[in-house]
């Protein structure tokens, strides 16, 4: 097992969400959970049966109003944890925000900025993440993204000095960021509230101010680069393949980078917590959507 050394920190914080899990996502339910929520009796057992779509497949939960889940109550918390214990959620539930990729020797675990609690974890770690229980590796693919890592994470560098080697690295040419704000109005759509972050694209930035604003907090772009690299380059089927997941990773945080200084440089304010939710909408829009990946994969090929 292969994961990020801030990875076993996580911990979700709940009711305290902003933007819970439990909200605006359809939820599957694994065979096994299936049969076990077959089985409850009384009360719970009944709102078991009414709000769950037990003829689909995979079943899931039938969300209502707000499209929340059913069993999440006034206070933000779950009604099956409350009354039967964190063993009796469904494998989405229990695992979110958390990613697998089940290589021919290791599995790879990571968490995925949808979650803003993973979030600050990722993106507030001042320091290089290094990967726990990786050993040197003859998968010529991973090689190749250790090697990309290592690129990220050369502090010797600017940012943007770094995310030029990247690219030149993986033989892809810089790319238009003006145009992809147009690109990204065409994907699938999530949330409505991402048009108008999208517009920040289009929008005049001070770039040079917005650099020496963030001087002391690059390493949060660094973090959200080296996110994308781990997350998505290991999954590739051949090494072009990974030359376009790693390109992927720069246009990333290249589009992170632009909607950040257009903020600041509209606003005179950046938080970090600004930082955390355009990573969080960023994450969902694009990387929980198959389809919008898909589209991007093929314009950076």
Request: proline letters at 4%; aromatic letters at 12%; hydrophobic letters at 40%.
């Amino acid at each position: 097992m292969v994961v990020p050394n801030y990875y076993h920190k996580f911990k979700c914080i709940a009711s305290e969400c902003l933007h819970s899990c439990c909200i605006g996502w359809e939820i599957d339910i694994d065979p096994a959970c299936v049969e076990t929520y077959r089985k409850v009796e009384g009360e719970l057992g009944e709102r078991l049966q009414k709000n769950i779509a037990w003829d689909e497949k995979p079943p899931h939960f039938i969300l209502g109003e707000a499209e929340r889940c059913p069993f999440l109550n006034e206070e933000n918390l779950c009604d099956l944890i409350l009354r039967l214990g964190e063993d009796s959620l469904c494998e989405i539930c229990s695992e979110h925000p958390r990613f697998y990729h089940v290589l021919p020797d290791r599995t790879e675990a990571g968490l995925g900025l949808c979650c803003e609690a993973a979030g600050r974890l990722i993106l507030g770690q001042s320091e290089p993440v290094c990967l726990l229980g990786a050993e040197e590796d003859g998968d010529e693919v991973l090689r190749f993204r250790d090697a990309l890592i290592a690129l990220a994470q050369d502090r010797s560098l600017p940012l943007k000095e770094r995310m030029r080697k990247i690219l030149d690295f993986c033989e892809k040419t810089h790319q238009n960021f003006g145009d992809f704000a147009e690109v990204l109005r065409d994907l699938e759509r999530l949330d409505p509230a991402w048009d108008s972050v999208l517009d920040f694209l289009g929008k005049p930035a001070n770039i040079s101010g917005f650099d020496a604003f963030m001087m002391g907090r690059s390493y949060e772009y660094e973090q959200f680069l080296v996110y994308l690299l781990y997350r998505h380059v290991a999954c590739a089927f051949d090494l072009a393949d990974a030359k376009t997941w790693g390109a992927f990773a720069v246009v990333g945080c290249e589009i992170l980078y632009r909607m950040g200084a257009a903020i600041w440089t509209e606003t005179g304010m950046f938080s970090f917590e600004d930082q955390v939710e355009l990573a969080r909408m960023f994450s969902s829009e694009i990387e929980y959507s198959e389809e919008n990946l898909d589209r991007l994969f093929e314009l950076l090929y």
